[in-house]
């Protein structure tokens, strides 16, 4: 997921999911580009995402100066897991 931001100075930079803050791990990656003067891309990746990972996210940016938020909802389809159990040798 990615939003965009103008500020100066560089603004602090929190996902959330829900109202959970996120952090950075295996499965979560968290990045801020400044991609021209004053403006930032900021995105939040997530490994091998799975049905389980959809809902609201949120990203939070603050400076000194104000802050902003963007909701992004994140909706993911998949395949219904079989029924019963797999072959057995």
Do not use: H
């Not at 995105?43 to 992004?72: F, H, K, M, W």
């Amino acid at each position: 997921m990615k939003c965009k931001c103008k500020a100066k100075p560089e603004p602090t930079v929190r996902w959330y999911r829900g109202t959970q803050l996120i952090s950075e791990g295996k499965k979560l990656k968290i990045k801020s580009t400044m991609i021209a003067e004053d403006t930032f891309e900021l995105t939040l990746e997530i490994q091998d995402p799975g049905a389980s990972d959809g809902g609201t996210y949120r990203c939070n940016v603050q400076n000194e100066y104000g802050e902003s938020n963007a909701n992004l909802n994140l909706n993911i389809e998949a395949d219904p897991e079989p029924e019963g159990e797999g072959l057995r040798l």
